[in-house]
T-cell receptor, first 117, second 115 residues
Framework: TQLLEQSPQFLSIQEGENLTVYCNSSSVFSSLQWYRQEPGEGPVLLVT?????EVKKLKRLTFQFGDARKDSSLHITAAQPGDTGLYLCAVSALTLNSGGSNYKLTFGKGTLLTVNP | NAGVTQTPKFRILKIGQSMTLQCAQDMNHNYMYWYRQDPGMGLKLIYYSVGAGITDKGEVPNGYNVSRSTTEDFPLRLELAAPSQTSVYFC??????????????FGDGTRLSIL
C-alpha cells in the first residue's frame, strides 16, 4: 500500500494554462514537503507545509496543506515550459527496522508535468 | 558551492560485476541517504547514515552495501550486479533528521545500466 498517492501521474498542458496536482494519504502528518525534479537532475525542495489549512505561495505556485493534514495540493498559474518536471510530495514517517525506529522521508510516485510552448 | 556530488554520472555494467557509486557532500551534514528511482515508482530508500560510522538499512537494501568512514563521504557498493539493479541512483544529505522539516539535498544522480 502506497503511503502517498499522487495524481495525476502524467499531465501535458499548453503554456499559459493553469493546473493542480494532488498528494493524498489516509494518514495524518505533521508536515509535508514538495520537491521538483527536472530532467537529468536530482529533486529540489520547493516548500514545506506544516499547519493544517496552510497556504504558501512561491511566485506562480500555490501550495495548500489540507485541514486534516492528510493531503496537499499544488496549483500552478499560467504554466511555463520551465515548469516542466516531476513534482514529488514527501512526508517524514516513523519506520521500524532491525536497527530500531527512525524517521524516514517517504516519497510519492510523482506527477510528471510537461508544459508545451 | 558543490553541495552533493555523485560520480560517475553514467555507467554500464555486465551481470556479476561490482562497482562503487561515490557520493560526497561539503555541507557538513550528519545525515546521508541513498535512493534508487525507477520509472513510475518514485524514490526508494536503500540505505542511510545518521553520522560517521553509523549506517542502517532502508526499504530496499538487498544487493547493496554502504560505509560511512567520514562525514563527507557515503559510497554505495554493488557486489554482484543484477539486471534488477538497473536504475538511477540518488545520494542525498540533510543537516537534521527527516522529521525536522529540513530539506534533503540531492546530487544529480548516477544512471546505471546492467546488461
Amino acid at each position: 500500500t502506497q503511503l502517498l498517492e499522487q495524481s495525476p501521474q502524467f499531465l501535458s498542458i499548453q503554456e499559459g494554462e493553469n493546473l493542480t496536482v494532488y498528494c493524498n494519504s489516509s494518514s495524518v502528518f505533521s508536515s509535508l514537503q514538495w520537491y521538483r525534479q527536472e530532467p537529468g537532475e536530482g529533486p529540489v525542495l520547493l516548500v514545506t507545509v506544516v499547519t493544517g489549512g496552510e497556504v504558501k505561495k512561491l511566485k506562480r505556485l500555490t501550495f495548500q496543506f489540507g485541514d486534516a493534514r492528510k493531503d496537499s495540493s499544488l496549483h500552478i498559474t499560467a504554466a511555463q515550459p520551465g515548469d516542466t518536471g516531476l513534482y514529488l510530495c514527501a512526508v517524514s514517517a516513523l519506520t521500524l527496522n532491525s536497527g530500531g525506529s527512525n524517521y524516514k522521508l517517504t516519497f510519492g510516485k510523482g506527477t510528471l508535468l510537461t508544459v508545451n510552448p | 558551492n558543490a553541495g552533493v556530488t555523485q560520480t560517475p554520472k553514467f555507467r554500464i555494467l555486465k551481470i556479476g560485476q561490482s562497482m562503487t557509486l561515490q557520493c560526497a557532500q561539503d555541507m557538513n551534514h550528519n545525515y546521508m541517504y541513498w535512493y534508487r528511482q525507477d520509472p513510475g515508482m518514485g524514490l526508494k530508500l536503500i540505505y542511510y547514515s545518521v553520522g560517521a560510522g553509523i549506517t542502517d538499512k532502508g526499504e530496499v537494501p538487498n544487493g547493496y552495501n554502504v560505509s560511512r568512514s567520514t562525514t563527507e563521504d557515503f559510497p554505495l557498493r554493488l557486489e554482484l550486479a543484477a539486471p534488477s539493479q538497473t536504475s538511477v541512483y540518488f545520494c542525498a544529505s540533510s543537516y537534521l533528521r527527516p522529521n525536522s522539516n529540513q530539506p534533503q539535498h540531492f546530487g544529480d544522480g548516477t544512471r546505471l545500466s546492467i546488461l
